[in-house]
Every structure is written in structure tokens, then in C-alpha cells.
């Protein structure tokens, strides 16, 4: 069993910044493949980013194209913590973040779409409003 809290949302003025974190516990994240969702009112969930294992002791992260250039997944298995730094933010990226997590090979897919994943968290609200 994995269990995943994220952690550091909140309102924002257009243009700011945020660091999103999650912590798991019961596993470490060595082996999982990572995931950022958000889901805004009226909208489905929809991927952010995947960071997945590209070889041994390598991730590679894949962004959505809304928010290349302006979030930036970055990892700390040892610690068993995934971060989303989120810069220049528009009232557009207003959501419900999630992690969520799946062990590597869970998926014969690209990991893009929620059932994925087995493991998520409660979610953090990101509002960006001025």
C-alpha cells in the first residue's frame, strides 16, 4: 500500500509561483511511476506530467503542452517526495492538483489517463486570481 498527500496549493496572483509536494509512505517511489493531474470545475481530470523510468537510476518527466516551459516535476525517491514547481501561472491552470502513482509496468499505456494509476492523493486546490 502506498499512500500519497500533496501538499503546498493555494491562491495566487497571475504571474506567480508555487511548489506542489508530495509525500509518500509505505513504498518508495524508486520504482513507481509519478503523476500530476488537475482537474478544473466542469472539466476531467487531465494529465500534467509523467515522470517515468527511463533506465536504471534515470527518469524522464513529459508535460502536457499547456504548461511546458512554466512546470517542472522534479523528484526525491530517496525521501520519497515528488515536487511540481509551478511558475508564471494564468487563471487557466486554476485546479484541483493531484499525484497519483502506479508501480513501473502497471500500465501497458502512456500513463496519461487516470486509470493508470492505482494510487492517488486527496488533492491540493491551486486558485490563480487577482
Known amino acids: 500500500q502506498v499512500q500519497l498527500v500533496e501538499s503546498g496549493g493555494g491562491l495566487v496572483q497571475p504571474g506567480g509561483s508555487l511548489r506542489l509536494s508530495c509525500a509518500a509512505s509505505?513504498?518508495?517511489?524508486?520504482?513507481?511511476?509519478m503523476g500530476w493531474f488537475r482537474q478544473a470545475p466542469g472539466k476531467e481530470r487531465e494529465s500534467v506530467v509523467v515522470s517515468r523510468w527511463s533506465g536504471p537510476g534515470t527518469y524522464l518527466s513529459y508535460y502536457t503542452d499547456s504548461v511546458k516551459g512554466r512546470f517542472t516535476c522534479f523528484r526525491d525517491n530517496a525521501r520519497n517526495m515528488v515536487y511540481l514547481q509551478i511558475d508564471s501561472l494564468k487563471p487557466e491552470d486554476t485546479a484541483v492538483y493531484y499525484c497519483?502513482?502506479?508501480?513501473?509496468?502497471?500500465?501497458?499505456?502512456?500513463?496519461?489517463?487516470?486509470?493508470?494509476?492505482?494510487?492517488w492523493g486527496q488533492g491540493t486546490q491551486v486558485t490563480v486570481s487577482s
Open positions: 509505505g513504498r518508495t517511489f524508486s520504482n513507481y511511476t
Open positions: 497519483a502513482a502506479a508501480p513501473i509496468g502497471y500500465s501497458g499505456s502512456s500513463y496519461r489517463i487516470p486509470d493508470d494509476y492505482n494510487y
